[in-house]
């Protein structure tokens, strides 16, 4: 009896030491957090893992051996990478007051500390100086940073540029934008201070010619070219028009309801953008639309040296705003990744699907007393507020606030070094040839 129990005991040390250890399919895996998809209808605990910079997998229980590195990421949101689809960051160049110049800002310190993977720069640059945007700022980012090209070929560098229509030339500006197509994803017109529709018209004929929508930001409001006729007759299924919430262009009637012309518009496949910038975004403008049921198609912060520290902030202070006036965190994700994704034609970002690019936040939402402030400088109090703690762009790590993905100190070596692994990490990772120690 003794022996048989020795030899079956024998024989299970032996099948243990014989037994393949799991194979590592995964790069990385984001373990135990509330998943929130809307492309996929997904709102559930839900663990993701990635391989090779894309999604592989999205279940309720991926086995953490699989993977070389797991992160525990319970008690917070994963989502798909924010999508902020009007910024301005054609900065570096030392015009002032200039878009493309000192106005603008350099994306990656604004972006991946908020959740942010991708954003559109709104009309910074035209057909002009578009290849100089993009030689210095979009190839050299982390941020994936998209376009919409300005009607006018030199771009928003002021009164003196933007009010020159002899500048605002439909071939040359659809040319450059089908040159760098999916990198330009729509085209623009701003500020515009005469009464004349042809910046708009303009714009509409580039889209056409380049297949690509218009965003507008409608500059004087002029009882030549009203906001209602832009909206209802100029613009096209599919065109956006941003700065909703800013009351500077009638989009509130008299009776302090939403004007008439946005339901008509809406109906019509137009899209509405937040756009909330350094003075586009009022609560007595927002509260009333929001309690009418005028959501917006997508929310993003005009990002721009007026708005960065005013009451804009950052686009996460944005969205918690829409939480503050009763949206749930599933609507506002949806109008932060899907739905931008697909205004812009980009539908390959703002989803985890299997294969998708892993371009992912995971998100804190924080419980508390806080306030958020307009345009003005007027406060609507708020419970909720969100806080990013970790981005990925292409599956590897760029952001992480609170070390969630790193070793304590005291665990490693006493002459440790890097702790990443490039397979996931992009912050600290490794040399080639040495494993980090996380």
Not at 191 to 219: K, Q
């Amino acid at each position: 009896m003794k022996l048989t129990a020795a030899c079956a005991g024998l024989c299970l040390v032996l099948a243990a030491f014989g037994r393949p250890a799991a194979q590592q399919n995964y790069d990385l895996l984001l373990k135990g957090g509330h998943v929130i998809d809307p492309k996929n209808r997904i709102s559930a605990v839900r663990d993701v893992a990635i391989a090779d910079g894309k999604v592989a997998a999205v279940a309720a229980r991926i086995d953490p051996a699989a993977a070389l590195k797991v992160v525990d990421v319970s008690g917070l949101y994963v989502t798909p990478g924010i999508i902020d689809i009007h910024v301005h960051v054609f900065a570096g160049m030392g015009e002032r007051s200039s878009y493309a110049g000192d106005n603008s800002v350099y994306p990656d310190g604004f972006t991946l500390r908020s959740g942010v993977t991708t954003v559109a720069d709104t009309g910074s640059s035209g057909w002009r100086n578009f290849e100089d945007f993009k030689q210095r700022i979009i190839d050299r980012s982390k941020t994936r940073v998209l376009s919409f090209l300005n009607i006018v070929g030199h771009g928003m560098r002021g009164g003196r540029f933007e009010n020159d229509l002899a500048d605002m030339e439909a071939k040359p500006t659809a040319d450059m934008a089908l040159k760098h197509k999916g990198v330009v994803v729509g085209i623009k017109t701003a500020h515009y201070s005469g009464p004349e529709w042809a910046p708009v018209e303009r714009a509409v004929e580039a889209g056409t010619l380049a297949n690509i929508p218009v965003m507008v930001d409608f500059g004087s409001n002029r009882p030549e070219r009203p906001m209602s006729e832009l909206v209802t007759k100029k613009l096209r299924p599919g065109d956006i028009y941003t700065h909703v919430y800013s009351g500077l262009r009638d989009e509130q009637d008299a009776s302090g309801g939403v004007n008439p012309a946005l339901w008509e518009a809406r109906k019509r496949g137009v899209i509405f953008d937040v756009g909330h910038g350094g003075g586009s975004f009022l609560w007595r403008i927002a509260v009333p639309a929001v309690k009418a049921g005028f959501l917006p198609d997508s929310i993003s912060t005009d990002l721009h040296i007026g708005s960065m520290n005013a009451g804009m902030k950052d686009i996460l202070n944005v969205m918690d705003k829409f939480l503050a006036m009763g949206l749930s965190l599933d609507d506002v994700m949806l109008r932060s990744t899907w739905n931008p994704a697909k205004e812009i034609r980009r539908e390959d970002l703002g989803h985890l699907s299997p294969g998708a690019v892993a371009d992912i936040a995971v998100l804190r939402l924080e419980k508390g007393s806080f306030g958020f402030v307009d345009m003005y400088g007027a406060r609507l109090k708020g419970t909720q507020k969100l806080a990013a703690e970790l981005t990925l762009r292409d599956g590897k790590v760029l952001y992480d606030l609170n070390g969630i993905t790193r070793p304590d100190w005291d665990k490693l070596p006493k002459d440790y070094k890097q702790t990443g692994d490039a397979k996931w990490d992009a912050i600290t990772p490794a040399p080639a040839g040495r494993r980090g120690g996380g």
